[in-house]
């Protein structure tokens, strides 16, 4: 039997996120908290963290994935050596869209409603900005995705 990942994460939380609405109709409608319990065990915790943020509206841990990462957003623009505003607190800025990117994609994916939100006109940040936030929203985006694949393996194994 297979279980849609999404409706996995879903089953997890006691958010109102209907299970049955979620994921491709294709998929088996009847997964308990249990069975979906089970498939995510052992998942590495940020992939589990990011997983039930994206896809079951689970945003109790919404404050430990801003922090990991923006230390994620330090180490990548330390690594390729961004010249960062003082004051400007970009890599903050740039976490907290990502993190609202990627439960309300088409709301966010405007690159001159980023750009407000950073505090910057729309040429600065296609410039120079656009690719590191896409960095940064990758990051985000990879844990996610991760806790998924994770799901799918377990499906494989059942």
Not at 10 to 19: E, L, Q, Y
Request: aromatic content about 12%.
């Amino acid at each position: 039997m297979y279980y849609n990942p999404i409706r996995v994460f879903a089953a997890m939380t006691a958010h109102p996120v209907n299970p049955l609405n979620v994921g491709r109709s294709t998929a088996q409608p009847g997964i308990d908290q249990a069975t979906a319990a089970a498939m995510c065990r052992k998942m590495p915790t940020l992939a589990f963290m990011a997983a039930m943020y994206k896809w079951a509206g689970d945003h109790e841990q919404h404050d430990f994935l801003m922090y990991r990462l923006i230390i994620a957003a330090a180490d990548i623009a330390s690594e390729e050596q961004w010249r960062l505003p003082k004051g400007k607190e970009y890599l903050r800025k740039m976490s907290e869209i990502a993190l609202k990117e990627v439960i309300e994609p088409g709301r966010w994916k405007d690159g001159t409603r980023k750009a407000e939100y950073m505090g910057m006109d729309k040429s600065t940040f296609y410039k120079t900005w656009r690719k590191r936030y896409e960095s940064i929203y990758q990051v985000l985006d990879g844990w996610a995705q991760d806790g998924y694949r994770y799901v799918q393996r377990k499906n494989i194994e059942l």
